[in-house]
Each structure stands twice: as structure tokens, then as C-alpha cells.
């Protein structure tokens, strides 16, 4: 990777980005043209630190997660994103998961602003959410990678968000779900050396996913519901559809509230509130 490459790339697409298209205020003339360095970092959900230190080549190598959070931030086409990837040394590889969240996705993503919607990759990495989520389940943004993991969560803590009430049942019935469906990742990306890691740690800190996996099963994941139990909304009863996208393979989990409940209510003070005036918690 040249740092000096992607130090240029990020400084030029920040310059060009106006305030306005990603939703910041402009109350007075600026000196220079495009976003302030706080502002990207603000939306990219990363320190001001790091953003001075990539734009001025003092970082090596950002992780994946950290360039989807930029191309989204930034608002990149997807031969930029991919741009943006092959600088920070993600390549593509067959064998390997994308991380990448493609413009098309992203607008989905924006155009379905009054449900809670969220973009996971193969390993069950949530890498992409928008503010009603954020509302929703609580600000995923200071979280590392593993602590964004749905699969990690559950198996190593016993859910996948603190919020979220599942019986035995319908917890049994989710983890063998998404068990099924990351086995059947293994064969898509074979030299994934993520993917064989978190399976590595999976197995030794879990019994269950141990037993789970042993099972051979494969199977992809699409419906469950939820019980999310918001400190100031209440019980918001959600449908959770999984949708998975043909080119990179992402899992996009959109909520849509539960037939006969009053869960459009609650989502609808959630929106209007904003994830401002909302406790923030870990997923």
C-alpha cells in the first residue's frame, strides 16, 4: 500500500464532499471548499486523530471496516470504494469476504430511513447501519470489529445485543440459523483467514457453537423476531428479515415492526428523537 496514495485520495474526496448532501449544517462561510476533518470523522464514527493521521500518511494499513465506514462517510462510487480498498491493501480475492458496502446498497440503506436497517458481511460483522438502527439497538460506532460480530456476541455473552429478549426457543432457533449460514461461507471463501479465525475462537470459548458446528448443517438465515427493549421507548416488537446481496455477499437485516403491535409508534418517536437524545449502548 502507498500511504502517501491514500493520504492524497482521502484529502481530495473530503474536499469535494459538500456538507449538505451528507447532512451537516452550514451556518457560516467556510475557508476551504468540502468536509472539516471532524465532521468526516464525526461520520465515519473514528477519532479526529486517526483522520489527521491517514490523511497524512502515518497509518499503514486501515481495516476494512474503517475504509467501508470512509466510502459511506464520503459517499464513493463503487469503483472508488474498490479504489479506496485496493490502497488500504484489501484487495479483492475470491476467496475472501468482501467488506465492501456498494453505493447501490447504501442507498437502499438511506432510501429506507423510517426502519432500523443494518449491513452485515459473511462472518456476521455488522460494517454498516443507519441512524434508526443506531437509535434502535444502540450506537454500534466505538465498538471493535469482534465486538460487532452477531455470532460472537451470542455465543460468548448469550446475545446478540443486550436489548434484545429472544425465548430459549427462539434463541435456539436463531443460532442454529446463523451457524448453519456461516458454514456455508466457509466454502465461498476458503482463504478467508477472518472468517478461520473467528471459527477458531468460536469453537474454544463455546461448547454450543462447538456442538452446532460439529453438525454439518448448512443453511442460509432469513426471518427471526425481536423484542427490543428500548430504556426509553419501551418493548419494540420488530420482524427481522435478512436479505443477502448476490455480488458481495453482505447480509442487509432490515425491522419492520410486527403486525398487530404498536411498534410503528415507538420507531416513529425514535426517528423523531434521534439517536442524540437516546442512551447510547453496546450491541
Avoid at 468536509?35 to 479526529?48: K, V
Wanted: glycine share 8%.
Amino acid at each position: 500500500m502507498s500511504t502517501g496514495e491514500l493520504a492524497a485520495a482521502l484529502r481530495t474526496w473530503r474536499d469535494r464532499t459538500d456538507p449538505a448532501d451528507v447532512g451537516m449544517a452550514v451556518n457560516a462561510p467556510r475557508r476551504a471548499p468540502g468536509l472539516r476533518r471532524e465532521e468526516l470523522a464525526l461520520l465515519a464514527g473514528i477519532s479526529i486523530d486517526y483522520v489527521v493521521r491517514l490523511e497524512q500518511g502515518r497509518t499503514r494499513t486501515p481495516s476494512a471496516q474503517v475504509c467501508a465506514a470512509l466510502a459511506r462517510a464520503l459517499r464513493l462510487s463503487d469503483h472508488e470504494q474498490a479504489h479506496l480498498f485496493r490502497l488500504a491493501g484489501h484487495a479483492p480475492d475470491r476467496g475472501r469476504i468482501s467488506r465492501r458496502v456498494p453505493a447501490g446498497v447504501r442507498r437502499i440503506v438511506e432510501a429506507l430511513h423510517d426502519h432500523p436497517v443494518a449491513v452485515l458481511d459473511a462472518t456476521w460483522t455488522l460494517i454498516s447501519w443507519n441512524p434508526l438502527y443506531a437509535a434502535l439497538m444502540g450506537d454500534p460506532s466505538g465498538l471493535t470489529d469482534r465486538g460487532r460480530n452477531a455470532l460472537w456476541k451470542q455465543f460468548t455473552e448469550g446475545h446478540t445485543n443486550a436489548r434484545v429478549q429472544h425465548s430459549a426457543q427462539e434463541r435456539g432457533v436463531l443460532v442454529r440459523s446463523m451457524v448453519a449460514d456461516l458454514r456455508g461461507s466457509t466454502s465461498r471463501y476458503p482463504d478467508d483467514a477472518d472468517l478461520a479465525t473467528l471459527i477458531r475462537d468460536l469453537y474454544a470459548a463455546s461448547e454450543e457453537f462447538a456442538a452446532l458446528w460439529d453438525s454439518g448443517v448448512v443453511a442460509g438465515h432469513h426471518q427471526s423476531r425481536k423484542t427490543v427493549v428500548h430504556p426509553e421507548v419501551g418493548d419494540v416488537v420488530v420482524d427481522c428479515d435478512t436479505l443477502t446481496t448476490a455480488e458481495d455477499d453482505l447480509r442487509l437485516l432490515v425491522f419492520t415492526p410486527a403486525p398487530g403491535s404498536d411498534a410503528r409508534g415507538r420507531l416513529d418517536l425514535l426517528a423523531t428523537v434521534g439517536t442524540q437524545a437516546m442512551t447510547t449502548a453496546s450491541t
